[in-house]
């Protein structure tokens, strides 16, 4: 059920935001999408895919619209689409089965088990990352839309995997905020270009060991590491500041 | 032989720097240091006192002066101190020994002990803390240079030992570069200013997992840690550029 390569994107609605912004909602073979792009754009502006926690998108939208808004005035366009399972789109029995043991283990205070992972996330990852890459495709032939193109946030096995697998995406953005498989650590061996690693530190669902030592195996030369108090959605209003001038300094 | 409270502060010499900084050598009770002014303050100017490495004034000079010039551009006045044991002053023979058991123990590949930690680092900490103590009063009653005061830099348990004690330091930016004490772990949780912790993940002379623990023990609402690539003096531009804008969101 992969999109097919060059499947067209249709636009669905349009309207300016305050701040002149333009948002336009999208599906691309049927997987819903939103796109913002900064008006008036002078030159094609570099692209940055916002990867959405998996809640579907209109749980996530006013979250992603901040961000999306914030990058506009840094001269960035911004995309996001909804991820397999998550919103309108058929479930992923599998990743069903996972969140169930996941929530049992974590009633129990068992730790999460590695099989519960990998069914969790692998899934996930094999499914939409040759998606966005078919959206980036799309995106991309846009006119006022150029490269370099960067990935922020979401789920951090799709970032990894499409820094691995995708050579247009020329920086990152990560967040260390969900379960990730073993197998993503060896994948993270392989990622080279500039990353920026955020880690709440308290973050409840998440494991700081496992965060820290994910960092600690990108092969990027330039990875940075900031780690801010807080819970998962405590992220402070500096560190995305960080997180903005990070992707200035490398898609600019 | 600790400077009496009120000791006063003489200077030495005075230079206008290219970028018009005002640059004066100093001397507290014989103690040399150095104080840099942004010209022309308007009004007084908040002051961040710079930790040096002990490796003496005079060799650490070069980055000193640039980070105090950087500080000046951002509108804040900083002022050094020859730490204990460096430069021209006596040594301290506690140190003097702790250091030769430490090379000695690195070169044999063992793991540095508690009491070596112990013996270079506290004296250290417990004869500057009261000199920085006494060169706050000195410098604040200066025309021009008013509060808060953040401390930046240095020997890490300098620092520490300041944010606990020092209530006219109300920020603190530190550096995760040399051996930490165990008592100072204690002493971290008493900390409750804002913190921005910088670690370079490759320090060779550093050990990361006790710099992870430290930063986990501060007791501050709002700590941060920063870390980047590369060793000891390796800390990138845009990091310098972070713990800046850290000063000026808690000092102005």
Known sequence: MALPKGTAMHFTSEHLLDDGVL???????????????????SAPAPLILLGPPPLGLRTAYPRLAARARRSAADGFATATLELPGSGDRPRLPSAEQAVADLRRAMRAGEPVG???????????????????????????????????????????????????????????????????????FEE??????????????????????????????????????????GGHTGVPQHAGDAAARFFTRHLK
Do not use: C
């Open 23 to 41: 948002e336009r909602a999208f599906t691309l073979g049927g997987i819903p999408g939103i796109l913002w792009t900064p008006v008036p754009a």
């Open 114 to 184: 590695d099989e519960i992972i990998d069914a969790l996330v692998l899934p996930l990852v094999d499914r939409s990352v040759p998606e966005w890459q078919t959206a980036l495709d799309a995106l991309l032939a846009l006119p006022g839309i150029g490269g370099p193109v960067g990935y922020s946030g979401g789920v951090i096995s799709i970032g990894v995997r499409l820094a691995v697998v995708e050579p247009r995406v020329s920086a990152a953005v990560l967040f260390a905020g969900s379960f990730v498989p073993r197998v993503m």
């Open 188 to 229: 993270a061996r392989q990622v080279t270009i500039p990353l920026h690693v955020l880690l709440q530190w308290d973050d409840e669902g998440n494991d700081r060991q496992a965060a820290l030592d994910l960092f600690d195996a990108f092969g990027s030369e330039e990875k940075t590491l900031h780690a801010n108090m």
